[in-house]
């Protein structure tokens, strides 16, 4: 029997919709709480829709357990302790593919997804398909224009609950990850990882279709776009898509005539 082939596949379009996900299944309880109770007292899903936040405003306010490491809080001491995971290091659930762990069984149950490719969640709006029916609702918000989760100090919106908790931070100026090299202190844990690359110069985001390697997620995510041919910038005076907003830009100075560099002579 061959050892098990170490995975490539690290911070690939795919492993990345793996991110967040004690986040998404703490909102996903709460959003399932309300249905409950919307479906026992037989409310009209115009009625519904109206109370939905109020009530979902209501649950999380009865957030009791609370981390005492990050200061988060729950509404389930279950969502505690799949949380508390993230400081101390356990991952119980590991892959018998190429022997990675996980924090929570249901990141396990999605991960193998990778290794046999399969996508059962596909877009309605495009053809782009997903491991998980969450990624999926997230991702169809952008053509939706859906922003559920509103700034309360400033009045901005978004499309994700993570990338709100991010932004309250520049009102409140907390920092909490901070990098033990340099001192240098980030909002988003992502963005301490990263960093962590200027020091490592470890190429941590892989391609899973050539497994050319990357330093910056950003850069493997235009990189992608050579083998899915995505062309997501469109030029509004004749059609016209490009790969990147670069490409756009200059396309576009066809149409306006300016002209970059002159000749003077």
Sequence with gaps: MRDPEPCRIKHTEDTRELTGLTEENEENEESSEVEKKHAKTGEKPSSCSQNKEKDLKKIRAKKSFTCTQCGKSFTRKTSLE?????????????CD???????QSVSLKHHTKIHTREKPHKCSHCDKRFIRSGTLKIHERIHTGEKPYTCDQCGKSFTIKGNLTAHIKV?????PFTCDQCGKSFTKSSALKEHMNIHTRE???SCDQCSKTFLWASDLKNHLRVHTKEKPHSCYLCGKSFSFLQNLKAHQKIHTGVREYMCFE
Excluded: D, I
């Design 82 to 94: 799949r949380h508390m995971r993230v400081h101390t290091g356990e991952k119980p659930f590991t």
């Design 97 to 103: 593919q190429c022997e990675k762990s996980f924090t």
């Design 203 to 205: 190429k941590l985001y």
């Design 171 to 175: 009102h409140t100026g907390e920092k």
